[in-house]
């Protein structure tokens, strides 16, 4: 597809809806310390909005002759000393320091079909800085079958009718079968199913897990240069990968990490929302998942046992589900909504010697602590996306867990 012309980019570009979403995402992540890559910026849109907001320095990066139009755009809003405009690919321009944020519509219709996403896969490895933020960071292709009469008639049916004695009705297999990408209204639709989730995927893949696996692995000259050893599990496979350490808090017993992939993965946890974050009561049923004494991930049932237990000034929440070494960094899920609710940190354990552990008292830093860890490293974005995902993971099926 060509975008060239200014055709081809005012549907993007004066589209209200996406720009306020876009906006809104910006809004939250963008500081006057802050580097913006817009990668294939057409009119700069994306990129000015990043300006305005007060980033200190913005890139527009865009291979396409409307780069022309994109520089008049700029200096009509007296911004050229923040701007960067770029015309070439990304492999074809040099962009001199690591970026905080990079935002972008690398996307195809219905997310895949122009294959973009490659690119911007590199530009996230390259150029974000650890800790860095991409926009978006996550996508759901939906589907459902409909019936519209007014549509078929004119994108299929008109096939069967002949043009001056010519029979086209060859066609008319080949349009019902075709894709078509409309934006017209459907005044007569009617759907013949609720809408289902075909696909979901993060990039960069980011996983919350416990502090003290963090802690006890960071001191290896590997680690320091490489970054930290994760498993991924997923439909009955086990994926291995490494990955960075984004931000960590010793005292809360929570990290997150950034994985080294560009694997999409669709088995990915649900979050309880942050409004609902209280609602979870003692004796309420969970699932606790994690890799206990080395092993592959076991799902234990079992329930919100107490929701005050205080340690070194931070309170976690204990589950009865049994949990035994290796748990720590696993999910507390709500059995009902298959919706994480807690990051697994400690068991006890009876005796000084010796001592043994008491498998159904496992300790979680819960959800909300979690939301307003986010909150103070500005990240919060990220489980607020994970929050409005469609499908909640199945924990007793799909598994997708941190490190050993």
Same mark, same amino acid.
């Given at each position: 597809?060509?975008?060239?012309?200014?055709? /081809?980019?005012?549907?993007?570009?004066?589209?209200?809806?996406?720009?306020?979403?876009? %906006?809104?995402?910006?809004?939250?992540?963008?500081?006057?310390?802050?580097?913006?890559?817009?990668?294939?910026?057409?009119?700069?849109?994306?990129?000015?909005?990043?300006?305005?907001?007060?980033?200190?320095?913005?890139?527009?990066?865009?291979?396409?002759?409307?780069?022309?139009?994109?520089?008049?755009?700029?200096?009509?809003?007296?911004?050229?000393?923040?701007?960067?405009? &770029?015309?070439?690919?990304?492999?074809?321009?040099?962009?001199?320091?690591?970026?905080?944020?990079?935002?972008?519509?690398?996307?195809?219709?219905?997310? #895949?079909?122009?294959?973009?996403?490659?690119?911007?896969?590199?530009?996230?490895?390259?150029?974000?800085?650890?800790?860095? %933020? #991409?926009?978006?960071?996550?996508?759901?292709?939906?589907?459902?079958?409909?019936?519209?009469?007014?549509?078929?008639?004119?994108?299929?049916?008109?096939? /069967?009718?002949?043009?001056?004695?010519?029979?086209?009705?060859?066609?008319?297999?080949?349009?019902?079968?075709? =894709?078509?990408?409309?934006?017209?209204?459907?005044?007569?639709?009617?759907? &013949?199913?609720?809408?289902?989730?075909? %696909?979901?995927?993060?990039?960069?893949?980011?996983? =919350?897990?416990?502090?003290?696996?963090?802690?006890?692995?960071?001191?290896?000259?590997?680690?320091?240069?490489?970054?930290?050893?994760?498993?991924?599990?997923?439909? /009955?496979?086990?994926?291995?990968?490494?990955?960075?350490?984004?931000? @960590?808090?010793?005292?809360?017993?929570?990290?997150?990490?950034?994985?080294?992939?560009?694997?999409? @993965?669709?088995?990915?946890?649900?979050?309880?929302?942050?409004?609902?974050?209280?609602?979870?009561?003692?004796?309420?049923?969970?699932?606790?998942?994690?890799?206990? &004494?080395?092993?592959?991930?076991?799902?234990?049932?079992?329930?919100?046992?107490?929701?005050?237990?205080?340690?070194?000034?931070?309170?976690?929440?204990?589950?009865?589900?049994?949990?035994?070494?290796?748990?720590?960094?696993?999910?507390?899920?709500?059995?009902?909504?298959?919706?994480?609710?807690?990051?697994?940190?400690?068991?006890?354990?009876?005796?000084?010697?010796?001592?043994?552990?008491?498998? %159904?008292?496992?300790?979680?830093?819960?959800?909300?602590?979690?939301?307003?860890?986010?909150?103070?490293?500005?990240?919060?974005?990220?489980?607020?996306?994970?929050?409005?995902?469609?499908?909640?993971?199945?924990?007793?099926?799909?598994?997708?867990?941190?490190?050993?």
């Amino acid at each position: 597809m060509s975008y060239d012309t200014v055709t /081809s980019h005012g549907t993007m570009a004066l589209d209200s809806v996406r720009n306020e979403a876009y %906006h809104a995402a910006l809004a939250r992540v963008v500081t006057p310390d802050s580097v913006v890559l817009d990668l294939g910026a057409g009119t700069g849109v994306l990129g000015l909005m990043a300006a305005r907001l007060g980033a200190k320095r913005v890139y527009l990066v865009d291979p396409s002759d409307i780069m022309a139009l994109t520089g008049e755009i700029v200096a009509a809003i007296r911004l050229p000393d923040r701007v960067v405009i &770029l015309k070439g690919r990304l492999d074809e321009v040099t962009i001199p320091e690591r970026v905080d944020i990079i935002v972008s519509v690398m996307t195809g219709n219905f997310l #895949l079909t122009e294959d973009l996403l490659p690119v911007l896969f590199r530009a996230r490895d390259t150029l974000l800085a650890p800790g860095g %933020h #991409l926009i978006p960071q996550a996508a759901v292709m939906e589907a459902v079958p409909v019936s519209t009469a007014r549509v078929h008639a004119k994108r299929i049916g008109a096939w /069967s009718t002949p043009q001056h004695g010519v029979d086209l009705g060859a066609g008319r297999p080949y349009a019902a079968n075709t =894709v078509y990408y409309m934006s017209e209204p459907w005044d007569d639709v009617t759907f &013949l199913a609720e809408p289902a989730t075909i %696909h979901a995927m993060i990039a960069p893949e980011i996983t =919350v897990i416990a502090g003290s696996i963090i802690d006890a692995g960071t001191d290896t000259p590997r680690a320091q240069s490489e970054g930290l050893p994760v498993t991924i599990y997923e439909d /009955s496979t086990k994926f291995e990968t490494r990955g960075d350490l984004v931000t @960590f808090d010793k005292d809360l017993d929570t990290a997150l990490l950034k994985l080294h992939t560009d694997r999409l @993965f669709t088995n990915v946890a649900r979050v309880l929302p942050r409004d609902e974050a209280d609602s979870v009561k003692v004796w309420d049923d969970v699932y606790a998942i994690g890799c206990p &004494l080395g092993n592959d991930p076991i799902p234990t049932r079992g329930s919100i046992a107490s929701k005050q237990n205080v340690l070194n000034g931070v309170n976690y929440w204990m589950i009865n589900a049994p949990t035994y070494y290796g748990n720590s960094g696993g999910g507390i899920f709500l059995a009902d909504r298959r919706e994480l609710v807690g990051v697994f940190s400690k068991i006890y354990t009876h005796g000084r010697g010796n001592p043994v552990v008491i498998p %159904h008292m496992g300790l979680c830093t819960p959800i909300k602590s979690v939301y307003e860890w986010l909150d103070r490293e500005k990240m919060t974005y990220l489980l607020d996306d994970a929050s409005r995902r469609a499908d909640p993971l199945d924990p007793t099926t799909g598994l997708a867990a941190p490190a050993k």
